[in-house]
């Protein structure tokens, strides 16, 4: 990037002799992949912070128009892949609301204990990631054990560790049976040990609190003017959340706070992802215990749901309810309009705005990234601090650099 | 009177290989998903430490192993090579997942088809993304490859000279509408 | 009175129609008038976050008049109440003023129309390519661009073992 398109600073204020630029590049130490920064340093203070992104753009957007509704969810999957489920969610949550589909309870459910595993899991990896910036590696290490814990739990459901590609439209891949049951049960009784572990390590951790405290303060003003959403937000004090604004799946059944702080530095943003957690844990027990039974998917006359195996087998409604689905120029009709739907992901607002024209595929699949959003934030927060702080402001923000790309 | 070992006799490349192949210290190239389980094959359940790639060294100066995790984009590419030529000598490469190795399920403007094209790779891991076990797999393969075909003045290196990545895309666009955008890693990667 | 109702009174001639699908509120603007009713929208109706700025390309839509079709999506974080602003564009003049004085947030938003589509946005403090390289050249989410790409994605220079 030319250096000649950053503006100057003020010259007759500073020190012109002790003014040089760092180049955080594309492959740093800190984990978050592939971010740049253009760093204007005085000394040790950082003077302004010129992000360059792209570089992890693989054209999802373009994809989208590309393959139809059921496809795209393996897409849509590795775009916050640190909660994948939580995308698919947003996805087939939109591409239902644009065909006017109303889920089976059951389906709602899963949907939600799976979600909100997907966010514990987020809320660990940010955490931990945090925290081994910061040097604290032992937290990454319980963080990440602890993950592999819900790892289980997809991989029972769906196969795959993460990128699970679960959701379809109408309902999901296939039922879940006793054995998800039993693991979300085990995991609810043991989960809070972690992250009793963490908070036991981390929040009155004398280094921890220094370098995360009044650092990268975002007032709640600023906060609304520049989108942000999630726990940026509620930490700076946006009670916005669109679980409770929006209720969306099986939600308006379950009791469970909104956490909020107020003083919108990277210590709040760290107690705002921990408590939630929290709460996270409190839905999926009362979710589990709850559990309804009946059909998953949306009822086969409806004809936009992929039978399961037996009934494509065996009857010939099901065979040709698979055929209408999956040969390329029959799929699904839904109406020719636009529409945007958003759920409340880890990250924040995460919304597809998709335009379709009849057919099976998309005409234009949208992703609003919250990470990209919040991106942009970073130049305003990080004026005056030192560049040690640039990975504390960094992880707080909790940026994905394949969703803020994508 | 017992039995002392006193001198232990082989060859140079033998001990040159076994010092290598079990200290590999990787650098990971982390992009996309694949860096997620690649940090989880590094965390305590898969744990990568035991095969003696103890410390992930974020800087190329002090690594011999780039395991390119996660899709590469042109954007990216001057990057990748700009950090494969300062990594010293010797030095290896994994291109972990089905993206780094041929573009994965993204066949789109920007994802580069298999970083192969551009830098020379030693195994391939497939998977979206590889499971840890893969990945443990790719590097027990990798210290087989250093034990059988190592050298130690690496003259296997210096031996591939041509280009041994794969043929261009058959649906090749003819040459008035190829548009010649991006540059290569010297222009590229400089602030000016 | 309903959002749109009060739009209406005040606009009246700018707003071209009004549509609503499912939970969406769409009220379509000219080109001239998008920054007055975003202003009006944000200062006097209480629609403060600016929760979405993308575009479309209509080239290939059936029934389409217009090619490209920018919407904002705003939200009153007060009532929860969501609506949508759309305006239509046409080649040549494909130019919108600016919202970054009303939204710091429409900064990065509108740097992405302008990367992916070629929509300039008059005003902007900085309006060059965001996730592309700078080098680029075409306007990808176009629909006149093929998903390969122009053979840019493999324009760089190879590197053989014996070399590095």
């Known amino acids: ?406 | 009177m017992a039995m002392t070992a006193d001198f232990f006799i082989s060859k140079l490349d033998y001990v040159a290989n076994f010092i290598r192949a079990n200290s590999l210290w990787p650098m990971p190239f982390a992009t996309a998903c694949c860096g997620i389980e690649l940090m989880a094959t590094a965390s305590s359940r898969y744990d990568l430490a035991r095969f003696g790639s103890e410390v992930m060294r974020f800087s190329p100066r002090q690594c011999d192993l780039m395991i390119v995790a996660g899709r590469v984009v042109m954007k990216m590419v001057p990057v990748m090579q700009r950090i494969w030529l300062q990594m010293p000598e010797p030095k290896w490469c994994i291109s972990m997942g089905a993206c780094a190795s041929s573009g994965g399920v993204f066949d789109t403007y920007a994802v580069v088809q298999g970083i192969d094209r551009f830098i020379p790779v030693d195994v391939y891991v497939p998977g979206c993304p590889p499971r840890p076990e893969q990945l443990i797999a790719a590097i027990l393969d990798l210290q087989d490859k250093i034990r059988k075909t190592g050298t130690l003045f690496g003259k296997e290196f210096q031996e591939r000279t041509t280009f041994d990545g794969p043929a261009p895309l058959h649906l090749e666009l003819n040459q008035a509408e190829i548009v010649t955008a991006p540059g290569s890693y010297e222009s590229s990667t400089r602030l000016q | ?164």
Not at chain 3, 3 to 20: H, K, N, P
Not at chain 3, 137 to 148: A, Q, T
Request: glycine share 6%.
């Open chain 1, 1 to 406: 990037m030319p250096l000649e398109l950053v503006d100057r600073v003020d010259e007759d204020q500073l020190d012109q002799e002790y003014n040089w630029t760092l180049n955080f590049g594309p492959q740093h130490p800190a984990t978050h992949t592939t971010l740049r920064l253009i760093l204007t340093l005085n000394g040790e203070t950082v003077l302004k912070a010129v992000p360059d992104i792209g570089y992890l753009h693989s054209g999802f957007e373009k994809l989208g128009e590309d393959l139809d509704y059921n496809q795209y969810v393996t897409i849509v999957d590795r775009m916050n892949y640190i909660s994948p489920f939580h995308n698919e969610v947003a996805w087939h949550h939109t591409v239902e609301k644009l065909m006017g589909l109303e889920l089976t309870p059951r389906c709602k459910y899963i949907r939600t204990i799976l979600a909100e595993l997907a966010r514990i899991n987020d809320h660990l990896l940010c955490v931990g990631a945090v925290a081994l910036d910061l040097g604290a590696f032992t937290s990454f290490l319980y963080a990440f054990n602890q993950r592999e814990a819900v790892y289980d739990i997809f991989e029972t459901v769906s196969g795959q560790r993460f990128h699970p590609s679960f959701t379809r439209v109408g309902g999901l891949m296939n039922d879940v049976d006793d054995v998800f049951v039993q693991k979300v049960r085990n995991f609810v009784k043991q989960a809070p040990k972690a992250i009793n572990d963490l908070t036991r390590l981390l929040n009155r951790n004398r280094i921890f609190v220094d370098r995360t405290k009044d650092i990268g303060v975002l007032t709640k003003e600023e906060a609304i003017n520049r989108s942000c959403s999630g726990p940026v937000a509620r930490a700076s004090g946006v009670t916005r959340d669109l679980r409770k604004d929006e209720p969306y799946l099986a939600y308006r059944d379950f009791d469970f706070k909104m956490v909020c702080a107020k003083e919108g530095d990277c210590y709040a943003r760290y107690l705002v992802r921990m408590e939630e957690m929290r709460e996270s844990l409190n839905i999926i027990a009362q979710a589990i215990e709850n559990l309804p039974s009946g059909p998953v998917n949306v009822d086969l006359n409806g004809k936009v749901t992929i039978p399961d195996k037996a009934a494509t087998y065996r009857s010939i409604e099901g065979l040709i309810q698979h055929f209408e689905l999956i040969m390329t120029n029959r799929q699904w009709k839904p109406p020719v309009n636009e529409c945007y739907g958003a759920v409340e992901s880890p990250n924040g607002e995460l919304g597809f705005y998709i335009v379709s024209d009849g057919t099976g595929r998309a005409y234009r699949a949208r992703c609003r990234p919250p990470s990209f959003i919040h991106f942009a934030l970073f130049p305003h927060l990080i004026e005056g601090h030192q560049i040690s702080d640039v990975v504390a402001v960094l992880g707080s923000l909790n940026i994905i650099a394949a969703e803020l790309d994508r």
């Open chain 3, 1 to 164: 009175m309903s959002t749109v109702d009060q739009l209406q009174q005040q606009f009246g001639s700018a707003i071209i129609r009004t549509e609503s699908f499912r939970d969406n509120v769409r009220v379509i603007v000219t080109p001239e008038a998008v920054h007055e009713v975003l202003k009006h929208l944000k200062e006097s109706l209480g629609f403060n976050m600016l929760a979405e700025l993308t575009a479309v390309d209509y080239l290939n839509y059936p029934d389409a008049v217009d090619r490209f079709g920018v919407i904002y999506g705003l939200t009153n974080l007060d009532s929860g109440e969501r609506i949508f602003v759309k305006t239509y564009l046409n080649e040549p003049d494909l130019t919108l003023p600016t919202v970054c004085d009303l939204w710091q947030g429409a900064n990065w938003l509108e740097r992405e129309v302008y990367d992916m589509f070629g929509i300039t946005f008059a005003g902007h403090p900085d309006l060059r390519r965001i996730l592309m390289p700078e080098e680029f050249v075409s306007f990808p989410l176009r629909k006149d661009y093929p998903l390969r790409g122009k053979h840019e994605r493999h324009n760089f220079p190879v590197i053989t073992r014996a070399e590095s």
